[in-house]
Each structure stands twice: as C-alpha cells, then as structure tokens.
C-alpha cells in the first residue's frame, strides 16, 4: 500500500480534547477502509503565516498512513466538510520517517536551550554587537567614512568636500 503524510490544521477556538477526537475519527475512517496510521504526532497551537478563515492560529496534528488511496480520499471528503478543519495536506512519501518528525525534533531543541538559559554560549544578542564580541568589535575597525573630517565623526559643511578631480 502507498505511504502518505497527512497534516491537517483546526481551528485556534476548539480544545486539545476535540483535536484529539478529530484525530480518532479520522484514524476510524482510514482503518475502516483498510489501512492504518502508524504515528500520530500532535504539534500543538502555532502562529499562521497568514489568516485562514480569520484565524491567526491552529492546532497542526500529523498522520504518518499506510492506507489504500481511497482511504485518504474519504478522509479528505470528512476534512472538506468539518468546520473545525481549516486545511490539509496530504503527501505521498516513499517511506515513512521513523521517530519524531522534524517539529518535534524543534521542540525537543526549544526546550533544551530554554533550560540552558536561552542564549547559551554566545552571550546577549550573539555577534550583534550587544557585549557578546561579534564580527565588528567595539566597531572601531570599520573604515573611516569618507565625508568625515576629524576622530570625533563631525561631517564637514557641503563646500569643503572637495570636488572630484578629472584624470
């Protein structure tokens, strides 16, 4: 049978609880018609891009399948017609990741740099230039501008930047 990865997003308003419901249902259907879900990851209420149907946010629950196309079809169909569905996405994939999917993986790494301390080794604010050393120091080894006149950086008046000179 075809292996597919289904992601279906629902909407910010309805509870974790009512997803997971989702969930079953969906998994019900595909089972019912032959295949199965080997893993189901529950991703949790992340920001959209973009407004869909004037929600800012969603629940993004995965579906790794292992189901006849029908099966995928029919769920799709379900998907269409439930108001709590906002979007889904179905892939075909040659095989199914094993594991933790990728957003869980960043999760898992979230979490581990928030109980280091969030900015880890690298100080406030990185090579930014906010204490943490970086790429430009204290920027003094920048280059002087050229319209500059003196160390303290005061620009000269217009009239006394000389002309370019013609060679």
Do not use: C
């Not at 006849?68 to 998907?79: G, I, K, N, W």
């Not at 094993?98 to 969030?118: H, L, N, Q, T």
């Amino acid at each position: 049978m075809p292996l597919y990865e289904h992601v279906y997003l629902a909407r910010q308003d309805v509870s974790a609880q009512q997803v997971e419901d989702l969930t079953k249902q969906f998994t019900t259907v595909i089972e019912g018609l032959g295949g199965k879900v080997t893993k189901n990851e529950y991703w949790g209420v992340k920001s959209l891009n973009f407004r869909i149907k004037k929600n800012r946010k969603a629940h993004f629950t995965l579906l790794n399948v292992d189901a006849p196309p029908a099966a995928l079809t029919e769920v799709e169909r379900q998907e269409r017609i439930n108001e709590d569905v906002l979007r889904y996405l179905t892939v075909r994939v040659e095989e199914l990741e094993e594991g933790p999917s990728a957003m869980m993986r960043k999760v898992d790494r979230d979490r581990e740099r928030d109980e280091r301390g969030g900015f880890g080794d690298r100080g406030f604010g990185g090579d930014r230039g906010f204490g943490g050393g970086g790429r430009f120091g204290d920027r003094g080894d920048r280059p002087p501008r050229r319209d500059r006149d003196d160390d303290r950086g005061e620009r000269r008046p217009r009239d006394e930047v000389p002309a370019p000179t013609e060679e």
